[in-house]
């Protein structure tokens, strides 16, 4: 069915239907929960008094509301070394469905399509923000979705859901969803800036939703907008889904499985063979990945032991600091063929095979050109570029006031997780860091790093 529009206009943008479509649940889910939302009894997150009671009803809520979608699956929710993912429960072989979630069950932002598509329910404060601003943006839109839904008005289903299954506040490392004293952990300028300008935009656009959600957490806004910016598909162009059970699947490169939209509902379909007990994992990530700054700025968390993917920005001109990182005149490169030479076969056949990461994401964060004779002199211009380099790393390295060192053994004592989470992002950037300085000294110096 469909909810009368109650206001003048629901454009969500100048491409989205004015419309809000509501979806109506199966006949099974109404007379279960009733037509309007009700307080479920179930203990919720903000009333377990520890950890190992909200971990435990998170995995008890999954089994229930798993079962009241009807659907078969062959994954379950259990905690492991990161926190809750899904887990097969059979075996399964490359392109076989192992979870189908029904798009009414999910919240979805179509511009292409019908809009706006939610449970039929009362959804007050989604309203209200579209009354006031018709053109917020579909992350927002579903931020706000969320709040209503862990509020109770979006349905017992997703009250449940939220209070459950989604991400205490106190537990977000998202950067901006972390207070000034935790963001300065990071030792990290440009994430800091960007966090401080999310979360100045959260509170500008909906102010009314900027209250903390304790004294030393996060606001409600920024605790929503943290849940769809990390948890949320992209299903298509300008297709964006909050998909319940899914979104508990955690990131691994290669993936064990992907999602996708079909018909009127949204698959987890496995995309290599897979044994019982496996974890049912997704990429985050294009087939390249994503460094660790993007993914501490989306997700939360960064890839220890080395990311290939991870990058340092390098500047080349001291005196531009809008210059290009990997400027196209000789002067201001380094031979690839140098590096090749100093590191050695051996090295770099490992790094193909998928070893030394820090090594990896060290090379290609560097301004490099193709050619050149290793045996030749380093030229002064590139002897001079390297320095400039190695500065920038002695500044990562440096700046914080900390050593890595001293970092590792922080983090080790950390009680925090947020507080845990800035300090392996401030580690593993230092830590490539390091490598960039050795490999540069190398450089300079002509004579093989290892």
């Known amino acids: 069915m469909r909810l009368p529009i109650l206001v003048a206009a629901w454009n969500l943008s100048s491409h989205l239907t004015s419309r809000l479509q509501v979806h109506s649940l199966s006949r099974q889910h109404r007379e279960n ?30 089994r229930d509301l798993l079962e009241e979608i009807r659907e078969q699956s062959a994954v379950e929710m ?36 019908d809009g706006l598509s939610l449970p039929n329910f009362a959804w007050p404060r989604l309203r209200e923000a579209v009354q006031d601003n018709p053109e917020l943006p579909w ?18 289903f997703w009250q449940h859901y939220a209070r459950e299954l989604l991400p205490a506040p106190a537990s977000l490392s998202l950067p901006f969803c972390l207070p000034q004293d935790l963001l300065e952990e ?24 900027a209250q903390p959600t304790s004294p030393s957490g996060c606001t409600w806004m920024q605790w929503a ?13 300008g297709f964006y889904a909050f998909v319940p059970f899914m979104d508990m699947a955690n990131h691994a490169l290669p993936p064990v499985a992907a999602f996708r939209p079909h018909g009127n509902a949204v698959e987890l379909v496995a995309i290599a063979d897979a044994t019982e007990g496996d974890e049912a994992t997704i990429s985050y990530a294009p087939l390249e990945g994503h460094s660790n700054q993007r993914l ?51 090295i ?15 090379i290609k964060s560097l301004p490099l050109r193709e050619g050149g004779n290793p045996g030749d002199p380093v030229p002064v211009q590139e002897r001079q570029l390297a320095e400039r380099l190695i500065s ?32 392996t992002y401030r580690i593993e950037r230092k830590a490539l860091a390091r490598t960039a300085h050795a490999l540069l000294t190398s450089y300079i110096a002509d004579r093989a790093m290892l």
């Open 139 to 156: 992350d927002l839109l579903l931020a706000v979705a969320l709040l209503d839904a862990y509020a109770g008005d979006g349905g017992a």
């Open 296 to 346: 501490m700025q989306q997700y939360g968390f960064v890839i220890e032991g080395g990311n290939p993917a991870d990058r340092l920005h390098f500047t080349t001109d001291q005196a531009d600091s809008d210059a290009p990182d990997r400027p196209s005149e000789p002067d201001e490169t380094l031979s690839l063929a140098r590096i090749e030479y100093l590191l050695g076969d051996q």
């Open 225 to 237: 907008f943290a849940c769809v910016r990390s948890r949320v598909f992209q299903l298509g162009p």
């Open 392 to 423: 920038t790393c002695e500044e990562i390295l440096q700046g914080g006031g900390t050593t890595l060192e001293e970092d590792c053994s922080s983090r080790d004592g950390a009680a925090d997780a947020r507080m845990a989470a800035a300090l």
């Open 78 to 113: 259990r905690r492991g070394h990161h926190g809750n993912g899904l887990y097969l429960t059979r075996s399964v072989i490359q392109g076989e469905v192992i979870m189908r979630v029904p798009m009414e069950y999910c919240l979805v932002v179509n511009y292409d399509g």
């Open 348 to 362: 770099f056949l490992g790094m193909m095979a998928g070893e030394h990461p820090y090594l990896t994401a060290a």
């Open 186 to 209: 990071l030792q990290h300028e440009e994430v800091l800036v960007g966090a401080q300008k999310q979360q100045e935009r959260l509170t500008a656009m909906l102010p009314q939703h």
């Open 33 to 62: 929960h009733g037509s309007h939302p009700r307080k479920h009894h179930r203990r919720t997150s903000v009333e377990c008094t520890n950890a190992t009671d909200r971990a435990d009803g998170a995995l008890a809520a999954f």
